[in-house]
C-alpha cells in the first residue's frame, strides 16, 4: 500500500508548474529545493519498497519503518492539498470577480501540487499561509532524510516486480481422493468436457480452464479428473506439468518429453525442445494438465500452442489452473472455463473432521464436536482453510484450547497465516501497486457487504487511488481496476443489470479477513450493538495504537439513536481519511468533531436520522466524496459545502425531505457526481 502512495505523491511532485495566482508573485526561499529533495529521497526509497512491503509480513521492525514512512507521505498529501486548494479558491474568486460562471472552471479537471520554483502570494493572508505550507515542507523533508538514512540498516535489495515472491508449492498428480470431500458435481462437470466434442476443436485441440482464488481447490479437482479411470482409458498420454513463475517455455516442453517417455535434447535451444516435444507426442490423444498458470503473455503461449495443436491427435485436451480469469481469455478458452464454486457447509466440516479427529477415540471427538462446527463454519467453504484448521485442532486436546481457537480471530493463528493466507499473498503481489491499493481499502466495509460498482469506483476516485493515464477518465480507470479484482477471484457472487453488466460484487470471507490482516494499523471497522460506543473507541485506542495516529479509516457498525460520538476526536483519530457509519441511528454531528478531524476525504452518513449539517464542514478542505443518502429528515445544506473545492461526489438518494440545495453549487468545480434521485421534495 506504501508504494502506490508513494507513486501517487511522486507523480503530484513531478507534475509542479507555475500559478500565478495574482499579479503579484513573491518567492519562498528554498520551497523549490526542499520539494526536489523530498522527491528525491522517495525516489531513492521506492527502488526497495518492493522488498520491505514482502518482508513486512515476517518482521516487525521493517512494518515500523514502513509505517512512518507512511505517515510521512501521508502527511505530504495533506500540504499538497491544502497548496492546490488555496488554488482552487483563487481560481473561483476571480472567475466571480470577472462576473463570469464558477462552473466554467470544470471544463478541465484542476490537480495541482506545490510549485517547484514559486509560491504565490496576494493578500497578507494569503501570504502567512503559504508561509505555513512552506514550513510544513522543510519539516516533512527532514524527516524524510531520516527515514532514507534509516533504509540501510535494513540491507533491502532492489526487486524487479513478480520475483522473489513467496514460494510457490509444487504440485503433482497424485491425490487422497478421501481426503476430499463436495467435489463429485464438478468432476463430472469436467469429465463430460473431456470427453465432449466440441465444435471449438477443429485444430485437435481443446483448452479447458480451471479459475478461482487460490485454495479453492482447483488443483484437487484436476487431479480428481486425471486420475478418473475412464479418463485413464480415453487418452492415450496423460502429462501432469506445474508450471507456475516464471512460465518457461523449455522448462515446459522438457517436463512434456519426460511426460512422454521422450529423449530431450542436449542442445538448450526452444526450437530443439520444441521438435522433440512435437515428436514424442505425435498423432496422440493427449491430455495435458498445466496446473498454476500465471503469465499472461500471449506470444509465450503461442510459442507453446503451435506445436502442441499441430502434433497432437484430434479429441486432445489441455486442461488449466489459474487464478486469473485474463488468462482464460488470451488462451481464446472461455467457452469451456470452469469456475470453482465454495464448498458448502456441511463439506466443510468433512474437510475439517477428517484432519481433525484422526486417531481420537469417539467419546473425544463427540465432545469436541460442537465447537468443531462452528469453526468450520470460520472458513466460509474454502478447501484449503478448513484442511489448515482441522490440522491445526488435531494437536489440541482440550476444549478450552479448542474455544481459545474459536475465539480468536482468524489472522491471530499462525498456521492461517503461513498456509492459508500465503497463496492470497501470491495474488496480491500479483497486482499493481495502485489495484492493490484499492483492494485493501475493501477492508472498511464488514463482512458479507455488497459492493456497488459505480460507488466503490467513486471512493477509490475520493481516496486519490487512480492515476491519471493519458486522456482516461478516473472513472474508467477505476472500473478497470474492479474488472481486474474481479478477474483475479478477490471479488464474487456477482451482480449484473440486464444487460449482462457487473454493477455489484461481495467479498469473500477469507479474503476480507485477509486484507484486514494487511491494514488492521490502518483502517478498523467496529461494531458498537450493545456496547458503549466511548468505551469501545478508547479500548481501541489502546489495543490498535492510536496514539500513534495509524488509523486512517474508521466504520462504525449500529450506532444507537443520538449524536456521533465525539470520543472519537479525543481518541487521537486526528488522521482519519474515510469516516463511514453503517446501519446506524445517528442524528446529529458536532461541529467540534468536524473541527478535529480535518485530513476526511471521505464522509459517508447515509442511512442514518441527520437533521443538520454544521456550517463547519467548510474545515474539511480535503473532502471529495459527502453521502447523506436515506437520511430522511434532512432538509438543507449549510451554503458552506460550496466551498469544498475538492468535492467530487455528493450523495443525497433517498432524501424525501430534502428542499434545497445551496445556490452556490456552482462553485464546486470538481464536482462530478451528483446524486438526487428519490427526493421528491426538492425545489431547486
Not at 122 to 138: E, L
Not at 515 to 528: G, I, R
Not at 537 to 560: C, E, S
Amino acid at each position: 500500500m506504501v508504494e502506490a502512495l508513494i507513486s501517487v505523491l511522486l507523480e503530484r511532485l513531478a507534475s509542479v508548474t507555475y500559478h500565478h495566482i495574482e499579479d503579484e508573485v513573491r518567492f519562498v526561499l528554498d520551497a523549490k529545493k526542499e520539494v526536489e529533495e523530498f522527491a528525491a529521497h522517495l525516489e531513492d526509497i521506492r527502488a526497495v519498497l518492493e522488498d520491505a512491503e514482502q518482508r513486512q509480513v515476517k518482521e516487525a521492525s521493517v512494518r515500523n519503518w514502513l509505517d512512518k514512512l507512511e505517515d510521512i507521505a501521508y502527511k505530504m498529501d495533506d500540504v499538497l492539498d491544502e497548496w492546490n486548494n488555496e488554488i482552487l479558491k483563487r481560481q473561483v474568486e476571480k472567475k466571480e470577480a470577472n462576473g463570469e460562471n464558477a462552473h466554467v472552471a470544470n471544463k478541465n479537471t484542476v490537480c495541482f501540487s506545490i510549485p517547484l520554483y514559486c509560491f504565490c502570494f496576494g493578500q497578507v493572508s494569503r501570504v502567512i499561509r503559504h508561509r505555513d505550507i512552506a514550513v510544513k515542507i522543510k519539516n516533512l523533508n527532514e524527516s524524510l532524510v531520516v527515514i532514507a538514512k534509516q533504509r540501510q540498516t535494513y540491507n533491502f535489495q532492489y526487486l524487479e516486480r513478480s520475483i522473489e515472491l513467496p514460494e510457490r508449492e509444487k504440485t503433482s498428480s497424485f491425490v487422497d481422493t478421501s481426503a476430499v470431500f463436495g467435489r463429485e458435481k464438478q468432476k463430472g462437470i469436467l469429465v463430460s468436457k473431456l470427453f465432449s466434442q466440441s465444435s471449438e476443436e477443429g485444430n485437435g485441440l481443446l483448452v479447458i480452464p480451471i479459475v478461482g482464488m487460490g485454495g479453492m481447490g482447483k488443483t484437487t479437482l484436476s487431479q480428481l479428473a486425471y486420475n478418473d479411470e475412464n479418463v485413464k482409458s480415453y487418452f492415450e498420454k496423460r502429462i501432469w506439468v506445474c508450471v507456475s513463475e516464471p512460465f518457461d517455455e523449455i522448462k515446459i516442453a522438457k517436463a512434456i518429453i519426460n511426460g512422454a517417455k521422450g529423449t530431450t535434447p542436449e542442445s538448450d535451444e526452444l526450437e530443439d525442445f520444441l521438435q522433440c516435444m512435437s515428436e514424442s507426442i505425435a498423432a496422440k490423444k493427449l491430455l495435458l494438465v498445466l496446473d498454476d498458470v500465471w503469465t499472461q503473455d500471449q506470444r509465450k503461449w503461442e510459442k507453446l500452442e503451435t506445436p502442441l495443436i499441430q502434433s497432437c491427435a484430434k479429441g486432445s485436451r489441455i486442461l488449466v489452473t489459474t487464478r486469473k480469469q485474463e488468462i482464460a481469455i488470451m488462451m481464446g478458452a472461455t467457452t469451456h472455463m470452469i469456475h470453482m464454486e465454495e464448498l458448502s457447509e456441511q463439506d466443510c466440516l468433512s474437510i475439517f473432521k477428517h484432519t481433525a479427529f484422526s486417531g481420537r477415540e469417539k467419546f473425544e471427538s463427540n465432545e469436541l464436536e460442537s465447537i468443531g462446527k462452528e469453526i468450520a463454519k470460520k472458513c466460509k467453504g474454502l478447501p484449503l482453510a478448513a484442511k489448515t484448521m482441522g490440522s491445526l485442532m488435531r494437536y489440541k486436546e482440550t476444549r478450552r484450547e479448542w474455544q481459545d481457537v474459536l475465539d480468536s480471530k482468524i489472522w491471530d493463528l499462525q498456521e492461517v497465516e503461513q498456509q492459508v493466507f500465503q497463496p492470497l499473498l501470491l495474488s496480491y503481489y500479483d497486482l499493481a501497486p495502485a489495484i492493490r491499493r484499492c483492494l485493501l481499502y475493501c477492508a472498511i466495509f464488514p463482512k458479507d457487504y455488497e459492493f456497488n460498482k459505480d460507488r466503490l469506483v467513486e471512493l477509490w476516485m475520493s481516496q486519490d487511488f487512480l492515476n491519471l493515464k493519458g486522456n482516461q477518465e478516473k472513472k474508467v480507470i477505476g472500473q478497470r481496476f474492479f474488472g481486474n479484482l474481479v478477474m483475479r477471484s478477490f471479488f464474487q457472487d456477482l451482480v449484473k443489470d440486464e444487460d449482462g453488466n457487473i454493477i455489484g460484487c461481495k467479498m469473500h470471507d477469507i479474503v476480507h479477513d485477509f486484507v484486514q490482516f494487511l491494514t488492521k494499523n490502518d483502517c478498523v471497522c467496529m461494531e458498537a450493538i450493545g456496547t458503549n460506543i466511548e468505551t469501545e473507541l478508547l479500548r481501541a485506542n489502546y489495543t490498535i495504537g492510536l496514539a500513534d495516529n495509524k488509523i486512517r479509516h474508521l466504520t462504525l457498525m449500529f450506532a444507537p439513536k443520538g449524536p456521533f460520538p465525539l470520543s472519537i476526536s479525543s481518541c487521537n483519530f486526528k488522521n482519519l481519511r474515510s469516516l463511514t457509519a453503517l446501519d446506524s441511528k445517528i442524528t446529529t454531528i458536532h461541529s467540534n468533531l468536524l473541527l478535529e478531524l480535518k485530513c476526511r476525504r471521505t464522509l459517508n452518513l447515509s442511512h442514518n436520522l441527520i437533521k443538520e449539517v454544521p456550517e463547519e464542514i467548510v474545515e474539511l478542505v480535503h473532502l471529495r466524496y459527502i453521502d447523506f443518502s436515506f437520511n430522511p429528515f434532512l432538509r438543507k445544506l449549510p451554503n458552506a459545502v460550496c466551498d469544498l473545492y475538492n468535492l467530487q461526489t455528493l450523495r443525497f438518494v433517498g432524501c424525501y425531505g430534502l428542499q434545497n440545495l445551496p445556490q452556490s453549487m456552482g462553485k464546486l468545480i470538481n464536482l462530478s457526481h451528483l446524486y438526487v434521485s428519490g427526493c421528491d421534495k426538492l425545489k431547486c
